[in-house]
């Protein structure tokens, strides 16, 4: 978490929150684990209750919104277009009424950019070292291809399509652990779908997590297999079968970036090291799936090839 909020934060508003990030850690974990109850009817309504759990609630929204804010504040200070997300934000102009956007939506968007942006990237991460320490010959193979694209020195963004077993990797980490497991759709207007009739005002809820694990199109889908993401493996199944990131018009925004930052941190960190899982992690579902209690201890590796520089 702490290395992927560093991140978002610098790629995308070019700030560095590195001493903040325990408290913005908890902070959101906070926000997670309340978060089934705005879903409830009247929701909105509880969080406003005395409850020390509200109360928790709002004292984390505040902690996010402060370390937002002071970014923001800062950036219109200084003025500087600093060719970031943030100071697109900024400077983005409505193209009908002209204008700006006010602080509350500059904070909306960036909130959201800067949470969607960092937990699920952990998560992903974090359940491919599980995987790979459940795996020792995924592992290997991998080691090997580091081993032989980088030869010790640190990985590049050039590097990225050159690791593609590394990528597999965490393809294949995200088949069986979705960040995202589930996301949910309103019908606006009476669907017909597979038979059903969906009303207007339902909730459609698909989900990763489910789709992802059905045998129809990942045979023994309990088995840790990255192969199953050869090119050849991916034409033999319908586009469907595999939605880490959603679909439609409101797919991730940051898929690509996620990709590159998953497989580059991947890289860079197993080539040095390895990771063994001293606790196994429980799945914990909310907005997230996060693997909880996991714990490791970390072991220098020595790479198979003669370090370059
Ligand atoms: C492994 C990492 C990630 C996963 C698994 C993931 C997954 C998802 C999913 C499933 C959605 C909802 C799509 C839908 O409803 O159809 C979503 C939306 C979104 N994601 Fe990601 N995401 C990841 C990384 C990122 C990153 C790095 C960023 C930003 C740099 C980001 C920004 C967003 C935003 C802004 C949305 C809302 C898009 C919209 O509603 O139009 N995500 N993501």
Do not use: G, K, S
């Given at each position: 978490m702490r290395v992927t909020l560093s991140v978002v934060a610098k790629t995308l508003?070019?700030?560095?929150?590195d001493e903040e990030a325990d408290e913005i850690g908890a902070s959101l974990t906070e926000l997670i684990h309340i978060f089934p109850l705005l879903l409830a009817p009247y929701g909105e309504h509880l969080l406003?209750?005395?409850f020390p759990r509200m109360r928790r609630f709002r004292a984390a929204l505040d902690r996010l919104d402060r370390t937002i804010f002071s970014i923001i504040e800062e950036r219109r200070k200084s003025g500087r277009d600093e060719g970031d997300l943030l100071s697109m934000l900024l400077l983005a102009?409505?193209?009908?009424?002209g204008g700006g956007m006010s602080d509350r939506q500059v904070r909306d968007e960036a909130m959201t950019l800067f949470l969607a942006g960092h937990e699920t990237t952990a998560n992903a991460l974090s359940w491919t070292w599980y995987a790979l320490s459940q795996n020792p010959d995924v592992e290997r193979e991998m080691h090997e291809e580091l081993d032989r694209v980088l030869a010790g020195r640190m990985p590049t963004p050039a590097d990225y399509p050159r690791l593609p077993f590394t990528e597999m990797v965490l393809a294949e980490s995200m088949r069986m652990?979705?960040?995202?497991?589930w996301m949910g759709r309103l019908a606006m207007e009476d669907v017909q779908l597979g038979g059903w009739t969906v009303p207007k005002g339902a909730v459609v809820i698909v989900a990763p997590g489910v789709t992802q694990m059905?045998?129809?199109?990942?045979?023994?889908?309990q088995r840790f297999d990255p192969?199953?993401?050869?090119a050849e493996g991916k034409a033999s199944r319908p586009r469907m079968a595999y939605f880490p990131f959603g679909a439609g018009t409101r797919i991730c925004i940051g898929e690509s970036f996620a990709w590159m930052e998953g497989v580059l941190m991947l890289a860079t960190l197993a080539q040095r090291w390895r990771v063994e899982i001293t606790e196994t992690p429980r799945p914990q579902a909310s907005i997230t799936l996060r693997p909880r209690g996991m714990r490791g201890k970390t072991w220098r590796r020595v790479s198979t090839r003669p370090r370059t520089g």
């Open positions: 508003f070019n700030a560095d929150v406003r209750l005395p102009q409505d193209e009908e009424e652990f979705p960040p995202a497991w059905d045998e129809r199109w990942w045979p023994e889908p192969r199953r993401f050869t």
